[in-house]
Nanobody, 120 residues
């Protein structure tokens, strides 16, 4: 299973970006999907997660500005980010709890990360 995150880039304060995370491979089902971010010298932190039935949870710092969603048919998750501030600058990683075909349990997978830079 591979997770490919894309959509990062440079954006001005107040702008928007949409991140995508596509899962590929021998996938039976995807349970939770999530986005995390990390800046140099700090621990990776949760940004948002979504369950397979659409329940969501957000970090307090992004509530009302970010929206997580997923397309189960495409095995793809999304993070719509709006009203971005320089404090949102980080490498964003996608994560998914995936059950592969032939397995009886789910495993954690991570994408490589995509850089988001908010600067004027």
């Amino acid at each position: 299973v591979q997770l490919q995150a894309y959509g990062g880039g440079l954006v001005q304060p107040g702008g928007s970006l949409r991140l995508s995370c596509a899962a590929s491979g021998s996938i039976f089902s995807i349970n939770g999907m999530g986005w995390y971010r990390q800046v140099p010298g700090k621990q990776r932190e949760l940004v948002a997660v979504i369950t397979n039935i659409g329940s969501t949870k957000y970090a307090e710092s992004v509530k009302g500005r970010f929206a997580i969603s997923r397309d189960n048919a495409k095995n793809t998750g999304y993070l719509q980010m709006s009203s971005l501030t320089p404090e949102d600058t980080a490498v964003y990683y996608c994560n998914a709890l995936v059950r592969t075909k032939g397995d009886d349990f789910s495993r954690d997978y991570w994408g490589r990360g995509t850089q988001v830079t908010v600067s004027s």
